[in-house]
DNA sequence: GAAAGTATACTGTATATACAACCTTATACA
DNA sequence: TGTATAAGGTTGTATATACAGTATACTTTC
């Protein structure tokens, strides 16, 4: 867990934590390089990436002569919040119910690996559970979780707490991906699921940082005829939508 | 408009090109630092910073010990923005046209009514569009326009410039509404797409509000093994960091 | 008092240098 | 033949140094 972090990435993940925390508001100074210089014992260059990398990940703004500021970050709903299925259902008036079909911890192939950014030799938990309203199939998650992150996972009771849910009080998400596909349904997913051969699902695709390393990587399936993905928002003032 | 330019600019403007040109292909080896270091008669960490941005942007993959590589980058759309299909494909480095199959104006029928949240003997303008990616159509669009906010959506050319394109530059958006759901083709998806039977399906469906009033209502139909939707975000940025 | 000049602080870029970690390949040895 | 070992190339990080460009505050000059 605690592994020996380059010391640019020291000074990026404590201005990080000073912003998310809240104790530098959006338009504040942050420190110059050469204060971070003086406090953290690095060379400029040192302190200079960190500010640059920050500010090229939107974090932070920078102006030549003046200095660096927390930058505005207006909130922005997306399609993909990271809802809990559990709550959906229940807010549906419906019944919700979880089946544990796997569980274990592996050593992570050449693909997990990469995809965690992680050494070969890494430890990983995995999960499948199905996720069903009022008894019927919904959603099959595959899922996968850092040990090193998230040590406790398997020590969890997934049938009252969903691994979303877990995961998100256990590590701050800062960075998400998502990939949707349509796919027609392995042998497993049909058993699993309880579905046919010919009825096609979405496939979601979940991987969520959490200061700077992948938490977890998750795979969703539906069934296209008992889930469709919903969203809606309002844009912002100053538009979230480019051309 | 040949701005000084810095170095590691330079480098990656070059790099980058070869790229999108398609002289290196993915997974084709890039100059190691040291080369880059002669070719541009630059120092090593000038050549480490182009080699690293271009990294952090996606475009590149480097194995300590190893060498660096032009990253495999899968036909992807993004989520949450508003793109525009043909920029997508053009920075792709690939070819973009597009086939329009239908269009006109026809009379609100109780449905569509219902969707543009207007009555039934408002205008609507129809278009049916196949984009290709190189010749192979990609997407289905399927679209509907509300004639009395954008009269003349029919006097566009639309095979040089993408209905949202134009939509977004008469009118604001201020909601959106998407839902994403798997699907079996239809003959005329499959006629159209040129795919088989067999073939899911995404179907991306949304809605578009400007100033309270439904502008457009589209359907996207993309064929499963040829595109998939993508997004990835911080969630304490601004804007979408779709590569 | 206003304009011009000066000093200072800050960011942006570029270089030379150094060392660590990693991987591959060739070589020496058992 | 198989196994260590060494060598060389590659990326990753860190430092000290230098100079350019920009904005602000202060001082001088008219």
Redesign the interface.
Known sequence: MTEAQPLYAKVKDHILAQ??NGVWEPGARVPSENQLVESFSVSRMTANRALR?LT????LSRVPGVGTFV?E??A?S???ELRNIAEEIAQRGHRYSARIMARGEIEANPALAEEFEAKLSDRLFHIVIVHEENGVPVQLEDRYVSAAVVPDFMAQDFSSMTPTAYLLACAP????????????PTHDQQRLLGIGA?E???VLRRRSWSRGAVVTAVTLT?P?SRY????????SER?????
């Open positions: 912003i998310r990398e090229a990940e939107g974090f930058k970050t207006p922005r997306s399609l993909m998400v800062d960075e998400l991906e998502h990939t949707v596909e349509a796919s027609l010919l096609p699902c979405l539906y296209a469709a993905l919903y969203s809606r928002y309002r844009t538009g979230t939508l480019s051309q």
